[in-house]
């Protein structure tokens, strides 16, 4: 523990300013209603109530879900009940989201990091080996990816279950899927759940539902391996008030709200990202289909001081393998990203040294 390095969330990384455009959040929110009077009382194990909603909503059977707190939860859950402390490891496809590592740090659990090839792809002649040289029990996928924003094509995960086929759990995590899926690209693996034992859907509210402050993510899977996991769940895991709103957020007008402001964030992206590459410091923006965009900068830490100082947080990507002056900025409302610009106008990059 003492060796540790925690996950820098950009919560506990950043604060201040009044632009957050860091932490790939919705820039929209709504009212809920909350009914306090059986506040008394612990919230049920699994809400059938939730877990139904979210089953229509993501075209699986009721048994294939399991609700938590946000998919992060999630992933601590799979490697806590499929890996060894000590023994077995993980396997990750670097530039990737941070939380797979240190949730198998937290177990005693090395990571088999399998660096993405080319224009963000698996390399699966690396991801075959690692198989046959380590006790991998469980490969994370993070799809569409974060931090780069694109997507792997079915084949490709496809592929990967072969390679893990009595092996290991294949997990794809699909935070940002309803981005990707306005975006055109058809990515989800939830119709694969039927014929593939071994594969795990991760989801989450917090992204496209706008509902990161709740707290909300689910588990997709065959019931077998549902049931493996209910060991090592809490036992009262989701707040009543969380239940509440999830559920009212799943209701059709949720889903028609939330299908509306995924269309203006989609649209909002592409219009940033044909503002960034008129920047003359800014070396590549990368194709996205989330409601972030990558940019390669000429200094990423100017950039960042840059833009704090002037009350907008993005995040610096340049930690992660490969993304040397890389800084990642979340898709705001309109007015957000109106003044974003207005405030990367201000910048010249001759006048802060690198």
């Given amino acids: 523990m003492r060796n540790m390095t925690p996950y820098a969330s950009a919560r506990r990384s950043m604060s201040g300013g009044n632009l957050w455009l860091n932490a790939n959040e919705s820039p929209y929110s ?70 797979y590592k240190i949730s198998a740090q937290l ?16 390399d699966f002649d690396g991801i075959a080996q690692a198989l046959n040289n380590n006790a991998i029990k469980i490969v994370f996928l993070c799809n569409p990816s974060n931090p780069l924003g694109n997507t792997l094509p079915r084949s490709a995960v496809e592929q990967v279950l072969e390679l893990c086929k009595g092996k290991a759990l294949v997990v794809s995590d699909e935070a940002y899927i309803e981005f990707a899926e306005q975006s055109g690209a058809q990515v989800s693996a939830t119709d694969l759940l039927q014929n593939n034992p071994h594969l795990v859907v991760l989801r989450t509210l917090s992204k496209a539902f706008g509902l990161a402050g709740v707290r909300v993510g689910f588990t997709l899977a065959n019931e077998a391996l549902i049931q493996a996991l209910v060991p090592v769940l809490a036992p009262y895991p989701l707040p009543a008030p969380s239940l509440q709103i999830a559920e009212q957020a799943l209701t059709l007008d949720g889903q028609i709200e939330l299908r509306q402001n995924v269309i203006e964030i989609c649209a909002e992206r592409d219009m940033l990202a044909r503002a960034l590459t008129g920047y003359g410091w800014v070396k590549r923006v990368y194709p996205s289909v989330t409601n972030f965009i990558l940019c390669e900068v000429t200094n990423a830490e100017a950039v960042m001081q840059h833009c704090m100082q002037a009350g907008a947080l993005i995040r610096n990507q340049s930690s992660q393998l490969g993304l040397a002056n890389c800084v990642r900025i979340s898709v705001g409302s309109p007015e957000e990203n109106s003044e974003l610009i207005r405030i990367l106008d201000l910048y010249r990059a001759e006048e802060i040294p690198a």
């Fill in 30 to 99: 709504r009212d809920y209603m909350v009914d306090s009077q059986f506040l008394n009382r612990y919230p049920n194990f699994q809400s059938r109530t939730l877990n139904h909603a979210y089953a229509d909503y993501a075209k699986v059977k009721f048994e294939q879900v399991m609700s938590h707190r946000g998919s992060d939860e999630g992933i601590e859950l799979l490697i806590r009940a499929f890996c060894t402390p000590g023994q077995d490891a993980i396997l990750t496809c670097p530039p990737t989201y941070g939380m």
């Fill in 107 to 122: 177990n005693q659990n090395n990571t088999v990091e399998v660096p993405l090839i080319g224009d963000g792809q698996l």
